[in-house]
């Protein structure tokens, strides 16, 4: 079966897949009601459901940023700030001892949120 054959009869049972959960009638009731061997339902469900789980497996959802307590920096690092950066409710304070590698990372992070 060609790719884009494919894809159209993946389109289309995703779509029956779907009509059959939502009538609220088991797969044997609703395969029978429509002349449709059960192995063929589960051979797609299968199928739908593999490509699911590639499709989530490829766009991972993490997140760049962990949000931190308020006070957990003056905590850990009491040395005074070399220098300040604020926008809005953001500030980062940076002391003299940090990399340029750290910096450079946090410049990026605040290029890509703002």
């Known amino acids: 079966m060609s790719d884009l054959k494919h894809d159209v009869t993946a389109e289309r049972w995703a779509m029956l897949i779907k009509e059959r959960v939502e009538s609220g009638m ?3 009731e609703w395969c029978h009601d429509r ?6 339902y589960y051979y ?8 699911a789980v ?3 497996e490829q766009t991972p959802q993490i997140s760049p940023f962990v ?8 905590e850990q690092f009491p040395a005074s700030a070399a220098a300040v950066i604020r926008k ?9 001892s940090a990399s ?3 910096i450079q990372k946090v410049m990026e992070a605040l290029a890509n949120a703002w």
Do not use: D, H, M
């Open 26 to 28: 088991t797969v044997r």
């Open 67 to 74: 949000e931190l307590p308020a006070g957990i920096c003056q």
């Open 44 to 51: 797609w469900l299968r199928i739908l459901r593999r490509k």
């Open 54 to 56: 590639e499709n989530t």
């Open 35 to 40: 002349n449709i061997k059960e192995s063929r």
């Open 100 to 102: 340029a590698g750290f």
């Open 88 to 96: 809005g409710n953001i500030t980062i304070e940076v002391t003299e």
